[in-house]
């Protein structure tokens, strides 16, 4: 085999093999079958005359010529990553990129009062913005992919350069006509008595809520989950639960003159952060730099 016929889809099935550490698992990540996989790698070995895989257990591993196949994989994949970026600036003739990832319930707020600014500064700069959960920001900030992020949670990841901001109270957020709407505050036993509408574990608003149930010895049950801030407001617009954001975020959902917000009583949710983060290795480019400091000033502006 030479490199002009690498069989790339067949590498790539490998290196999701040794991600996952199995067959199974990797095809059902792939969303494709089992015996696809199986057949192209076992049509790799053959074309290599070396073993790729060796089982340990119930796990499938990878051989040192699997593993020197599928790091080359990574790193292939890695360039290709950087080049479409680069390109994606030339395509765009933008003289540079800025990528930044905000946490889903401040990227209104963010356009509005930052991007806006930037964008008057360095208007012929193409600008990402992103939003996902925290591990995938944490990894691409790693990797350089990003160049900051705005993040809301209850601790700063370590490793990485962090500002954090208050960003409180945590509010529940209920119709004029439920029974918390009335209260000037409430606490987590009251809410208890309630159905509660939830994020998902990635959402830094979740773990301050699981933070203030466990300080308080509660058990924490909700009635329905949501990805989606929008999700959890139209559950709460329809009655049926409690939904939590910051007055910030409930500020971009539309129809919020529906809905009343409800600071919890209690430290943690007075006391809750948003956090601009970036990596210490990561060189930036003039106008990212600015990015950076303009978010720096409206978020430090804020009462």
Known sequence: MTFSTYPEKSIG????VGVHGGIRRAADALGINPSVVSRQLSELERTLQLPLLERRGRNVVLTDVGKLLAEDYALTVQRRKQ????????????????????GQGMVEEVVRHVISEFSLAYPAVFVNIQSGDMQTTLTLLAKGEVDMSVSFGPSAPPGLKCNSFRRGPICAIVPPDHPVAALPAVTAEELTRHRLI???EDFGIQRYLNAIFKNEGLIFTPAYRCNLFTSAIALCQTGQGVAFMTPQTLKSIQFREQLVAVPIDHRIARESLCHLLR???????????????LLNSYFAGLP
């Open 13 to 16: 099935y490998l290196y999701e």
């Open 198 to 200: 939830v994020m998902s």
């Open 279 to 293: 990596s210490n290795d990561h060189r930036m480019t003039p106008a990212a730099n600015y990015l950076w400091r």
């Open 83 to 102: 080049l479409e970026r680069q390109l994606q600036d030339l395509r765009h003739m933008r003289g540079g990129s800025v990528n930044l990832r905000v």
